[in-house]
């Protein structure tokens, strides 16, 4: 792909307010890429990369060395600092920073860490930057029908038929190689498995090794790799703990490191009561979805990315305050994903493999919170729109209807 224009997008957006945006993903998303992009976009620009040694000297030098910036005209230059979090003092530096330059400059800072709340310590940032999220290529990405998001969410069950192939295919790539670009463009398995093996390892044996106190690296590859076979049910820390012999308290400081540096993220069940919410078991879902080899959990994790997107993007684009969780009750019937503003559900998505037939806890769910529902199929054909005691319910292939999310 040439462009990313959904990031762009908000990108320009949010420097529109703020002389400090932050740009936070996964490692190999393409932040680089799309830095390269936005900086294409200024006459005067420089970029700093923590990870080469030459930019770190310069930096602790002359922390304030792009003030030097050579420039083509008087337009306000472009500041990009790349892996800055690594930088023990980072949030200390960058409020000087932005006290000092924020009329002068435009300051854009990446990592492939969360830059909001992975690191405790030193001086807020509080109210000097936004922050925006790349994630690895989505169906809407890849198919380009994204639809106004007033649009959406006046008419949740539209679907648009249009390029059904393309997207289709679009679709069965990111279940092979995942939408992370290099394995994604690449469109090879051999490549991808490769790719797949050493980016885990690279992950935890440096960058989560690195910045936090955990010593323990094979037990925690271990974690990792048991974590594709318990996508699509909450997750037992209890029982992760009695498999690796660890405590309940390391394997949750663990999940949470994986989900701080996007190996994975996890949904809470809804309910009206949020504190308690929080207390109960979470769903774990993979950014590297090829991983999972249970199609049915693979193509729920699928549709979660894709729903975890677009909230995040929502979100960050000021649209409202939006989550995404599932729902289960106390006899265990539960539906896949829920979608709330301001903790008030709108709208109901369950995953079947084949299945066209609403589930019965489709129905239960939708007839006690009366919000639309949508049942996804991996499965290729038309979609259906179906009523119930005056409820609509739509059940379409998941490329129709994910590909045209705002």
Known sequence: MKSRPLYLKVWRELAAEKAMIFLSGPRQSGKTTLAEMIS???????????????????LLENPFFFQEIERRNS????VVF??????????????????????????????????DIYQKGGDSLAGRYYLFHLWPFTLTELAGGARDFDDFRRRLLDVQTEKEAERKKAWSSLEQF???????????????????NAYSQQLIREDIRDLTNIQAIGDLETLYYLLPSKVGSPISIPSLGSVLKLSYNTISSWLLAFERFFLVFSLTP??????????KERKIYLWDIPR???????????VALELYRAVTLWNEMGWGSFSLHFIKNKEQQEVDFLLANETQPFLL??????????????????????VPAIQLTNMAGGYRQLSKAGRQILVVPAWQWLSAIP
């Open 270 to 279: 809804w309910t009206r009561n949020i504190s308690r919410a929080i207390q």
């Open 82 to 115: 790349d892996e800055i979090h690594k930088y023990r003092e980072w949030k200390n530096y960058l409020k000087g920073v932005y006290d000092r330059f924020h009329r002068e400059f435009k300051f854009l800072v990446s990592g492939s860490g969360q830059l």
């Open 75 to 78: 337009s306000l230059p472009l």
């Open 40 to 58: 294409g976009e200024f006459a005067n620009r420089l970029y700093l990369n923590w990870d080469i040694p030459e930019d770190r000297a310069r």
């Open 178 to 196: 995942s939408g992370f670009p290099e394995p994604f463009l690449n469109g090879r398995e051999a490549s991808y498995r490769r790719w797949s």
């Open 349 to 370: 998505v369950e995953t079947k493999l084949s299945e066209t037939q609403p589930s019965p806890a489709l129905l239960k769910f939708q007839a006690f919170l009366e």
């Open 292 to 302: 999972i080899k249970d199609p049915a959990a693979r193509f729920e994790n699928m």
